[in-house]
């Protein structure tokens, strides 16, 4: 059966700004890298937590065409100790928080950011009233 969530894949447009925004102002880890069968780089995995990651493929060119409540992924979380330490971190950085700090409707605290290519991220500290924390 399933175990959980291995890895987040995202095809980015420039690795370099991606792994400078994911490493360098996130301060996640950068785990591996993975070549392809001409040795060039394909491949950068990021470390989230153990056995967590963000999976960056190089090749992105086109960026996808904005539509209004579009099906599919939407956003990536990433659980934080405390929101407004990365809140402040994250616009220290110069990056621009889209929505937040505040409390949602599951209780819990968040802000909303970008990463480079445009793919939203959720910031969320949970707290004990949350159905998150008691399911």
Known sequence: MIKGIGHLALKVEDMERSLHF????????HAFEIRDES????IEYVKVAPGQ????????ENKPVAVGDSIGVDHLCLEVVDIDEIANHLKSKGITIDD????GADDNFQCWAKDPDGNRIEFMQLVSTSPHMNC
Request: contains cysteine; aromatic residues 20%; proline residues 8%.
């Open 22 to 29: 994911y490493c360098g102002v996130l301060g996640l880890k």
């Open 39 to 42: 040795s060039n780089p394909w």
């Open 53 to 60: 990651f963000i999976e960056l493929f190089y090749g992105g």
């Open 100 to 103: 937040g700090p505040k409390q």
